[in-house]
């Protein structure tokens, strides 16, 4: 053993021929961090001490090659100036340098995932070789930055300008077949042969069959395109790239512009060129963020495991109610792999589930995401049921019936006779109480709340709602069907409207005020859809459903009246009794027409601000500025409340609950993670000009506390 440290060791192979092998200890995944970083370097001074004739660049864990740096320390290397992250990017192209220079062939066996950092270190290689289960990828956009230890230069050299702009713009994770259409890698071998077929490949090169010097020199010089030709492939893709993007996401547009000034330097210059703008990004607030939300995935995903390791898989769920929302979580645990029993009272109501199901599939098929062989396999999984005969069957049981206590508590009574006694039973309520939905079940401990969001197929949250009486037992097996259904689980304190709605009402009630005040809710989509949301608060009302929003801001106005209850009628009430209840029925706030693709189109008719002049008390002036602060102030102080009240448990969890159930800009992180970019002083401050319009612009005393002593919720 040549060297033997925390994360590397290099041994000795036959023929002069040397072995890397990354191997970080105590984890279960190698990712570039400081230790591994410097032991790197410091395994290059051994290397260029051996006689050697070539190099096998491999990974320990059967788990994947490289996932990348440890993006954990990188909010710490965002605090660097600009000048200090350049320096430090240096150091490690120095090392990477160091490595692609080494005077003999080189091979890189890629046995699992290789992003980033780890993508990036497999290009030094002048070969590349990977196991069919390899996937590459350069996916730094997606954190607000570009690659930053060779990426943009040596990627475009290898496999061409335009393709080095889709894999490093596009953030994608590319399968080994992709990777070597591509010319990304240079051949896919079956894990057991990997090595040998490494081997191999070094002694062909060793003997002048393979000109791998070539190689080294292609990377190391101008990309061979002229001015016409890089302006096609340069220009030509900004453009499309900066549309894709949009104005608040600027990395995709600055790694383009990167890679065409780098394009005539030769690879020390584009290096240094690179750590010049991965520098700028990293400094942006827009990477900060980006990265949070990185961040909190990677935190939601380690509180399930853990919630979770001791929790029996779901062999067979079921669903109560065969509506759009009940069709749909049948379609997700049957397209998932987990047979699913879907029972109503009438016949209509089933084949509307089924239907419901089955346009969700044939969407697949249509894509070419899914086979018609799949499909009907999928359909076999789910099993339409008037009855509760095959319910004795099931270890889980989601009632999706109409948003209504009393029919719920009945619906529940009466499924928990025809169940057993270990079998969890879930409400997917969107704001009714979880604990006074027990109230009439014998077996309260298996009972909680699992919120799924609408559409159920495209929305990545799914609300683990835990009651007074739910067993932890019974928290752990949601949470596991909720995985095992591929979505992202939050667990969250049982209050009206849970974590995302009661946070949600607030920013309707402050759209609704301003609608009093004169304010064209054109305007206010508008500006809202400027600031990031996927929609306008008038657009979202019509797509969640007007008469929706009505009952659930009843239920939120009793549970919460300081804040959410309101003086006078409402916009939302004008509309639900003119019988506008949004893309339901074709008309709300705008109306809609179905286009050839089968989607819901909006576009106005005046006629609907006859109805907006009932609900209008005054006109105001008002900037863009101020309809942000009064949209967003409310979710702001009602986020921090739910913080307060222990819905959950961090500010992680608040913030991750509205991106992944709401859509909350990834560009801004989430509502406090927002607070603390402005400054809970400065927003404070803001909030005293609109206390008149209500409670819900109140700092609680918390936040007054931190706004005094300038801290941060993160």
């Given amino acids: 053993m040549l060297f033997n440290g925390q994360a590397f060791r290099l041994e000795t192979l036959p023929n002069d021929i040397l072995k890397v092998v990354f191997d970080l200890k105590d984890q279960s995944t190698n990712v570039f961090n400081a230790l591994a970083l410097k032991e790197l370097g410091e395994m290059l001074e051994v290397i260029k001490k051996q006689k050697a004739r070539g190099l096998l660049f491999t990974s320990g864990k059967a788990s994947g090659f490289v996932f990348g740096a440890d993006v954990t320390e990188f909010l710490g290397h965002f605090k660097k100036t600009e000048d200090e992250m350049k320096t430090w990017i240096a150091s490690i192209n120095k090392i990477f340098n160091g490595y692609e220079d080494l005077p003999y062939p080189k091979v890189c066996l890629i046995n699992g995932f290789a992003l980033g950092g780890g993508c990036e270190i497999t290009l030094t290689m002048d070969y590349r070789l990977a196991s069919p289960k390899a996937a590459m990828g350069l996916p730094e956009t997606k954190l607000g930055i570009i690659p930053g230890w060779g990426g943009t230069v040596r990627l475009p050299r290898l496999v061409g300008a335009d393709h080095a ?88 547009v600055k790694a383009v512009e990167t890679m065409q000034k780098a394009a005539r330097m030769n690879r020390d210059e584009a290096l240094a060129l690179e750590g010049e703008t991965f520098a700028v990004c990293a400094k942006t607030k827009t990477a900060e963020c980006l ?124 499924v928990e006779k025809s169940t057993s006694a270990d079998t969890v039973l879930a409400s997917n309520t969107s704001t009714i109480s979880i604990t006074k939905l027990a109230e009439g079940l014998a077996r309260p401990d298996k009972f909680c709340g699992m919120h799924f969001f609408n559409p159920v197929h495209r929305m990545p949250l799914v609300e683990i709602i835990r009651g007074a009486k739910s067993s932890e037992e019974t928290i752990a097996q949601a949470v596991n069907y909720a995985v095992q259904m591929g979505k992202t689980p939050i667990v969250v304190n049982d209050c009206a409207g849970f974590l995302v ?214």
């Fill in 165 to 252: 702009i889709e894999w490093i713009t596009g953030a994608k994770h590319y399968k080994a077949e992709e990777a070597l259409k591509f010319g990304a890698i240079d051949g896919i071998i079956e894990d057991a042969r990997l090595e040998e077929a490494g081997i191999k490949l070094i002694e062909k090169a060793i003997a002048g069959e393979m000109d791998w010097q070539a190689r080294v020199n292609q990377k190391k010089s101008p990309l061979k395109l002229d001015k016409i030709e890089s302006a096609m492939s340069f220009d030509g893709s900004k453009a499309f790239v900066a549309a894709m993007a949009g104005p608040n996401y600027p990395a995709p």
């Fill in 291 to 414: 990265t949070q939300v990185f961040l909190g995935d990677q935190y939601l995903k380690k509180v399930s495991k853990s919630v979770t390791k001791n929790a029996k898989p779901t062999q067979m769920g079921a669903v109560l109610g065969a509506g759009i929302m009940g069709g749909g979580i049948a379609y997700q645990s049957a397209s998932t792999g987990t047979p699913v029993l879907m029972k109503d009272i009438k016949h209509e109501q089933l084949d509307l589930g089924m239907n419901e199901a089955g346009k969700l599939l044939l969407k697949e098929v249509e894509r070419k995401k899914m086979t018609p062989e799949k499909m009907a396999k999928v359909i076999a999984q789910i099993t339409p049921t008037l009855s509760y005969a095959d319910f004795g069957a099931t270890q889980f049981v989601v009632e999706a019936v109409v948003e209504n206590e009393k029919v719920k508590k009945s619906v529940l009574a009466e």
């Fill in 501 to 714: 709605n009661r946070i949600l009402f607030p920013y309707f009630k402050g759209f609704a005020h301003l609608i009093e005040d004169g304010v064209d809710f054109q305007r206010i989509d508008k500006v809202m859809e400027k600031f990031g949301w996927p929609m306008g608060p008038a657009y979202l009302l019509d797509v969640v459903g007007i008469d929706t929003g009505v009952h659930a801001a009843k239920i939120m106005a009793d549970a919460f009246p300081d804040r959410m209850a309101y003086t006078s009628k409402t916009i939302m009430e004008v509309m639900y009794e003119n019988k506008r209840f949004g893309q339901k029925n074709g008309v709300g706030f705008y109306e809609y027409e179905i286009d050839k693709k089968g989607k819901p189109v909006k576009k106005v008719n005046p006629a609907v601000y006859e109805l907006i002049k009932t609900a209008v008390k005054k006109q105001i002036d008002i900037t863009d500025e101020e309809i942000i602060m009064r949209m967003m102030i409310p979710m702001i102080v009602e986020s921090s409340r739910c913080l307060e009240d222990k819905i959950v448990n961090t500010p992680v969890e608040v913030d991750m609950g509205l991106l992944l159930g709401l859509g909350f800009p990834p560009f801004r992180a989430g509502a406090l993670k927002y607070a603390d970019t402005i400054g809970l002083k400065k927003l404070e401050e803001e909030s005293k000009k609109y206390q008149s319009i209500g409670h819900m612009y109140d700092f609680t005393p918390f936040m007054k506390g931190l706004a005094a002593e300038n801290k941060t919720y993160y």
